[in-house]
T-cell receptor
Framework: RKEVEQDPGPFNVPEGATVAFNCTYS??????FFWYRQDCRKEPKLLMS???SGNEDGRFTAQLNRASQYISLLIRDSKLSDSATYLC????????????FGKGTRLHILP | ETGVTQSPTHLIKTRGQQVTLRCSSQ?????VSWYQQALGQGPQFIFQ???????GRGNFPPRFSGLQFPNYSSELNVNALELDDSALYLC?????????????FGPGTRLTVL
């Protein structure tokens, strides 16, 4: 089992719809969590950090469930510009193998 | 723009050669991490440098090595290149090695090994 797993998609969603995807992690020593967005042939950019209490940034909501070891991302009122790959990132304690990216979930917003 | 720059943008090498990739961190950042991203995969952590010392390493062989300079810029060196080393190499800088800090990525170097 991979340490960080994401459904690769693609998720094909009509504009204006709500979409959600999860990311599961296997190491309970995981310490901090992030969602990054990566456009085709570009570098990843931080979308949002994920806090235990859950957090919202405009149309985006992130949740962390430590008991079940997953994080989620919800996008409301999706826009064409939301089309991208969404990468889940888990940082864990320790010196080595401490920053783990998921493979990413591809999202296509359809007009 | 993040202020993190990488050079070169693209590179073509042949098997067995050696390559050096460069990264300039964002102003005020003292920590640089390097990643390998193969096509269709997420970035894989190679190693991290903090104040000129290696501060953690991923599951990569010793032929992947690095340096960080007093101005916090960094180099990734790969010896004895293999076909599977073809990938996008990303560097990211942070203001500290604390795990909660946001990483700012450079645009990457696309390496092709023939």
């Amino acid at each position: 089992r991979k340490e960080v797993e994401q459904d690769p998609g693609p998720f094909n969603v009509p504009e204006g719809a709500t979409v959600a995807f999860n990311c599961t992690y296997s190491n309970s020593a995981s310490q901090s969590f992030f969602w990054y967005r990566q456009d085709c042939r570009k570098e990843p950019k931080l979308l949002m950090s994920v806090y235990s209490s859950g957090n919202e940034d405009g149309r985006f909501t992130a949740q962390l469930n430590r008991a079940s070891q997953y994080i989620s991302l919800l996008i409301r009122d999706s826009k064409l510009s939301d089309s991208a790959t969404y990468l889940c990132v888990v940082n864990r304690r320790g010196r080595d193998d401490k920053i783990i990216f998921g493979k990413g979930t591809r999202l296509h917003i359809l007009p | 723009e993040t202020g993190v720059t990488q050079s070169p943008t693209h590179l073509i090498k042949t098997r067995g050669q050696q390559v050096t990739l460069r990264c300039s961190s964002q102003s005020g950042h003292n920590t640089v991490s390097w990643y390998q991203q193969a096509l269709g995969q997420g970035p894989q952590f190679i190693f991290q440098y903090y104040r000129e010392e290696e501060n953690g390493r991923g599951n990569f062989p010793p032929r992947f090595s690095g340096l960080q300079f007093p101005n916090y810029s960094s180099e990734l060196n790969v010896n004895a290149l293999e076909l599977d080393d073809s990938a996008l190499y990303l560097c990211a800088s942070t203001s500290s090695p604390v795990s909660t800090d946001t990483q700012y990525f450079g645009p990457g170097t696309r390496l092709t090994v023939l």
